[in-house]
């Protein structure tokens, strides 16, 4: 059945049984063949769940800074101990290619910790306003679920702020990739985190996502995944009036405002395509280039796409590796072909499988040109290795494209004058735009404009998702 054989579930803390056998394959999607086993739990394992998180939270909601600092401390060196572990896991259940796995998936893991390490170290949790005391507490029971594309990055954002800000909770991780999920369970419990605190439950959506989300039991749901998921858990969740986080879908723009900047634009653009078989929210799928520059800049575009090392991703070589899963790899193809059937010109790339890999879901990386920002693969999410190259007549058509969008998650602008960037940053709607090529910031929040989502993750934002505002009036005496 594969390397993997993951069954129990982590509740209270101790491995258990699910309430019932229910055993999925999980598909190495580089080989079409089973990389191992979970098991599917239902809504009786999330009560069992949410019922040890709900005892957990009256003495964790209460304990203070330097404890949750020691097991944030203890996290980072037993997150170290299974380094390897993790990215080989992400590698086998997605597909990363090994630098990938090594070098971004699990290293990001470490820096959000340590970030959330810093951020409760400076937090005031407390705060005098004349006579009143504001106090930021805890939410409580928090249920995170969470999707395959960056699985560690994704679990780490929810868990560490949650664990710093003093609540408990109950995760679930995709089932399409869930191995890296349970050593990061694994990981905790070497922490030594109190029973009750941090819980795992494996499932689909539809069974365990749904049943956390309506859990009376669960004072929050955080969620990363598909707008369309995102709006059933938001629905679900209504009905118990509990807050909703959600990190959902995009279609960034990526803005070149000028020929000095346009190879290390495009080319940086193509790359971030790329990366990651193109499976990231927040890539920059929508190149917009000046009329006069179009033809300039799919010559670039379509050079860089040609320097992907597609294959195996065990092979340190190796630059892109397949799709996820084959339904993705169905989804990729379909919008590839719709791009060719509505006479977007075809630069680079195209439909079916890249030239000797017969076997796995992988794709050609693959560049359009002449798009206009009507036609469905400008319009729709793809989350594959396609760049649509859209021209611009002047800077307002620029912007007006940008923003002619269902989501906001994140835009890239391109400029050799700082102070023009700048100024269109200011205009763009969404959470969070980088300038030249500066694309990460742990302490920086992340999150969405419009159907990208709702709620901030990283920075001293995403640790405010977690509290509630509490004002105390009166308490000081009136003088």
Same mark, same amino acid.
């Given at each position: 059945?594969?390397?993997?054989?993951?069954?129990?579930?982590?509740?209270?803390?101790?491995?258990?049984?699910?309430?019932?056998?229910?055993?999925?394959?999980?598909?190495?999607?580089?080989?079409?063949? %089973? !990389?191992?086993?979970?098991?599917?739990?239902?809504?009786?394992?999330?009560?069992?769940? &949410?019922?040890?998180?709900?005892?957990?939270?009256?003495?964790?909601?209460?304990?203070?800074?330097?404890?949750?600092?020691?097991?944030?401390? &203890?996290?980072?060196?037993?997150?170290?101990?299974?380094?390897?572990?993790?990215?080989?896991?992400?590698?086998?259940?997605?597909?990363? %290619?090994?630098?990938?796995?090594?070098?971004?998936?699990?290293?990001?893991?470490?820096?959000?910790?340590?970030?959330?390490?810093?951020?409760?170290?400076?937090?005031?949790?407390?705060?005098?306003?004349?006579?009143?005391?504001?106090?930021?507490? %805890?939410?409580?029971?928090?249920?995170?679920?969470?999707?395959?594309?960056?699985?560690?990055?994704?679990?780490?954002?929810?868990?560490?702020?949650?664990?710093?800000?003093?609540?408990?909770?109950?995760?679930?991780?995709?089932?399409?990739? #869930?191995?890296?999920?349970?050593?990061?369970?694994?990981?905790?419990?070497?922490?030594?985190?109190?029973?009750?605190?941090?819980?795992?439950?494996?499932?689909?959506?539809?069974?365990?996502?749904?049943?956390?989300?309506?859990? #009376?039991?669960?004072?929050?749901?955080?969620?990363?995944?598909?707008?369309?998921?995102?709006?059933?858990?938001?629905?679900?969740?209504?009905?118990?009036?509990?807050?909703?986080?959600?990190?959902?879908?995009?279609?960034? %723009?990526?803005?070149?405002?000028?020929?000095?900047?346009?190879?290390?634009?495009?080319?940086?653009?193509?790359?971030?395509?790329?990366?990651?078989?193109?499976?990231?929210?927040?890539?920059?799928?929508?190149?917009?280039?000046?009329? &006069?520059?179009?033809?300039? !800049?799919?010559?670039?575009?379509?050079?860089?796409?040609?320097?992907?090392?597609?294959?195996?991703?065990?092979?340190?070589?190796?630059?892109?590796?397949?799709?996820?899963?084959?339904?993705?790899?169905?989804?990729?193809?379909?919008?590839?072909?719709?791009?060719?059937?509505?006479?977007?010109?075809?630069?680079?790339?195209?439909?079916?499988?890249?030239?000797?890999?017969?076997?796995?879901?992988?794709?050609?990386?693959?560049?359009?040109?002449?798009?206009?920002?009507?036609?469905?693969? !400008?319009?729709?999410?793809?989350?594959?290795?396609?760049?649509?190259?859209?021209?611009?007549?002047?800077?307002?058509?620029?912007? !007006?494209?940008?923003?002619?969008?269902?989501?906001?998650?994140?835009?890239?602008?391109?400029?050799?004058?700082?102070?023009?960037?700048?100024?269109?940053?200011?205009?763009?709607?969404?959470?969070?735009?980088?300038?030249?090529?500066?694309?990460?910031?742990?302490?920086?929040?992340?999150?969405?404009?419009?159907?990208?989502?709702?709620?901030?993750?990283?920075?001293?934002?995403?640790?405010?998702?977690?509290?509630?505002?509490?004002?105390?009036?009166?308490?000081?005496?009136?003088?």
């Amino acid at each position: 059945m594969g390397q993997y054989e993951y069954r129990k579930f982590f509740i209270n803390g101790e491995w258990t049984e699910p309430d019932e056998p229910r055993e999925l394959a999980v598909i190495n999607p580089a080989t079409e063949q %089973p !990389a191992g086993v979970i098991s599917l739990g239902n809504a009786r394992d999330v009560d069992r769940a &949410a019922a040890a998180a709900r005892q957990a939270f009256a003495a964790w909601s209460r304990s203070g800074k330097q404890e949750r600092l020691e097991l944030i401390d &203890a996290f980072i060196a037993a997150y170290k101990v299974r380094y390897n572990d993790m990215a080989a896991a992400i590698t086998a259940e997605m597909g990363a %290619p090994k630098q990938l796995s090594t070098n971004a998936q699990v290293a990001v893991g470490l820096v959000i910790a340590k970030t959330a390490r810093r951020l409760l170290e400076d937090f005031d949790f407390e705060e005098q306003r004349g006579a009143t005391l504001i106090r930021r507490e %805890p939410i409580g029971v928090c249920g995170f679920i969470t999707p395959w594309n960056w699985p560690v990055n994704q679990i780490a954002l929810k868990v560490l702020p949650a664990l710093a800000s003093g609540c408990t909770m109950v995760l679930k991780p995709s089932e399409i990739a #869930p191995f890296s999920g349970i050593i990061f369970a694994e990981v905790m419990e070497a922490a030594g985190v109190p029973a009750g605190v941090f819980n795992l439950v494996n499932g689909d959506g539809p069974e365990v996502g749904q049943a956390i989300a309506a859990h #009376p039991d669960i004072d929050m749901v955080s969620f990363t995944g598909s707008t369309r998921g995102g709006i059933a858990v938001a629905a679900t969740a209504a009905g118990t009036v509990k807050r909703v986080s959600q990190e959902l879908g995009g279609k960034s %723009p990526s803005i070149i405002l000028d020929e000095a900047i346009l190879e290390r634009g495009v080319a940086s653009s193509m790359r971030s395509v790329c990366s990651n078989t193109g499976q990231s929210c927040n890539a920059p799928t929508r190149l917009l280039v000046p009329e &006069a520059l179009h033809d300039k !800049a799919v010559e670039v575009a379509a050079a860089s796409a040609a320097r992907a090392r597609i294959g195996d991703p065990e092979s340190e070589h190796t630059t892109m590796g397949p799709l996820v899963s084959e339904a993705q790899f169905n989804k990729v193809q379909h919008l590839i072909q719709q791009g060719i059937d509505d006479d977007a010109e075809l630069a680079a790339g195209g439909a079916g499988r890249p030239e000797g890999l017969e076997r796995g879901y992988y794709v050609k990386p693959t560049v359009f040109a002449k798009v206009s920002n009507d036609m469905a693969v !400008a319009r729709e999410e793809i989350f594959g290795p396609v760049l649509c190259v859209i021209p611009y007549r002047d800077l307002e058509n620029a912007l !007006a494209i940008a923003n002619d969008t269902e989501y906001g998650l994140a835009a890239y602008v391109w400029s050799s004058d700082l102070d023009q960037a700048r100024e269109v940053a200011a205009r763009l709607r969404a959470g969070q735009v980088s300038l030249n090529g500066n694309s990460y910031d742990a302490a920086a929040p992340f999150g969405g404009y419009k159907q990208s989502g709702n709620g901030r993750e990283s920075g001293p934002e995403g640790l405010e998702e977690f509290l509630e505002t509490k004002a105390i009036l009166g308490y000081e005496e009136a003088a």
